[in-house]
């Protein structure tokens, strides 16, 4: 990191000699040595009077236009998943299902396909780390559903046909079309020696994906913590918010992270999040018996919504007898609308919020979003003072709870050029969401 920085000023951030307040854009869970660590980089090597911490997710629900969302972050490490309520995050939760997963799962195919049993060493490693992440990038893909397959499509539509004929048509079976999951990828490999060429299914590659990502061969019981496929993480991290904070996020879902790029994976996530909801519901307790309940009980509201509908369309019946045999000037004096009433009506914003059904909308990215922040002048909660993190470090950071908010907005002018807290030093400061020692 310190060989890193040494080169920064002059090839990255093109910054003059004065001194500017800097924004450190990072995920809620970075421990605090590390912060510490950058923290003392920038204050040391480019003389930043002042720090603004700034959370990634909602960095990337402001790039996105919103006010709260749900970020999910599929990254190399791990797939992090983030609810966002106002601006503030509620709940994170992780899984290690991530980019380094994908990459040992490929390579154990690419290793199984290529290496000899009897000559290779099982401990030596047979493809170079970059050309298999190169290999990644390039061919890695995920399967639809299967309700959406064409295999699953192909005898509904084939029936389908056969009922609607009217005149006569060639009734042969169709040639099969060149579809992508029967097709081959040819992988020159010039990492190992000899170079060779290997054939990959792309079926292969695409179960691979569905192993690392979704892994439905597995009973949910039998996961961890932390080793959570990515919609069953979702669908847990959406059990466990409030129920209005839900109804926000779900139709509030962006994508981040390098591996949400993987051809088919967004569609393949709601996909199966939406029918673990429909069949779950969002109920904590699972099991038999709940299925059976959870039957009853929908059962006996099909026929309590049966019973409702004819008694309401009988007491519409009464309604119409009874207008029938009201006065004429009562029923025309009833018709009669206020105009200023439409008026109002018509001027009156419309204002309809989407809740309750889920929906991926599209982020420029965290960068963007603490840019657009930092362009507004828009004070973050955790805000870092060079003198007082220079005398008391990270043992000087107090709880979030125990800042004046209002005191700390209260900003002049200083010296130099740029923006200081009125009277000089803030008393009290916190590191936010990254905690307090």
């Known amino acids: ?24 854009v990072l995920d809620s869970g970075v421990p605090i040595p590390i912060l510490s660590t950058v923290l003392d980089l920038l204050f040391k090597g480019f003389q930043t009077p002042m720090i603004s911490l700034m959370s990634s997710a909602t960095m990337s629900v402001v790039a996105a236009g919103i006010r709260s969302g749900l970020v999910i972050d599929m990254g190399w490490a791990e797939t992090v998943v983030t609810s966002v309520y106002e601006y503030r995050e509620v709940k994170c939760t992780r899984s290690i299902r991530g980019g380094r997963y994908l990459n040992n799962q490929l390579y154990k195919l690419l290793q199984k396909i290529l290496a000899d049993k009897e ?3 099982e401990d030596a490693r047979v493809i170079s780390f970059a050309e298999c992440e190169d290999i990644m990038c390039r061919l890695m893909w995920c399967r639809p559903p299967a309700s959406k397959s064409p295999q699953a499509q192909k005898p509904a539509q084939r029936q389908s046909q056969q009922l609607d004929t009217v005149e006569e048509q060639d009734e042969s079976e169709p040639e099969p079309e060149h579809s992508l999951q029967n097709s081959v990828a040819s992988i020159p490999l010039r990492s190992i020696n000899p170079p060779r060429t290997i054939e990959v299914p792309f079926d292969k590659i695409a179960d691979v994906c569905d192993d690392t990502f979704f892994d439905l061969s597995i009973a949910h019981s039998a ?23 839900r109804a926000v996020c779900m139709s509030r879902i962006i994508f981040t992270g ?7 994976i967004k569609g393949r996530i709601m996909e199966e999040v939406t029918s673990m909801v429909k069949r779950k519901g969002w109920a904590n307790v699972s099991g038999k ?26 007491a519409s019946d009464l309604g119409e007898e009874q207008e029938s045999s009201r006065p004429s000037s009562i029923a025309s004096q009833s018709d009669i609308a206020d105009p200023i009433e439409a008026k109002v009506a018509r001027h009156r914003p419309q204002i309809s919020q989407m809740q309750g059904e889920f929906r991926t909308l599209h982020s420029l990215g965290p960068w963007a979003g603490a840019s657009l922040v930092s362009q507004l002048k828009i004070p973050a909660m955790a805000t870092v003072d060079r003198e007082l993190w220079l ?8 709880r979030p709870n125990e800042i004046d908010v209002k005191a700390q907005q209260r900003q002049s002018m200083g010296a130099g050029g740029f923006i200081r807290g009125s009277g000089g030093h803030h008393t009290n400061w916190t590191l936010g969401a990254w905690g307090n020692v």
């Open 1 to 24: 990191m310190r060989d890193a920085h040494a080169d920064t000023p002059s090839r990255c951030l093109l910054i003059d000699s004065r001194p500017r307040r800097a924004g450190l």
């Open 119 to 121: 000559e290779e060493d």
């Open 223 to 245: 996961f961890d913590d932390e080793d959570f496929p990515v919609h069953l993480l979702i669908y847990r991290h959406l059990l466990q918010l409030p129920m209005d904070v």
């Open 258 to 264: 390098g591996c949400s790029n993987i051809l088919g």
């Open 289 to 314: 018996h709940v299925e059976e309940s959870r039957n009853s009980q929908f059962s006996d509201r099909r026929a309590s919504i049966a019973r409702s509908v004819s008694s309401t369309a009988t």
């Open 391 to 398: 005398q008391q470090g990270a043992y000087g950071a107090s």
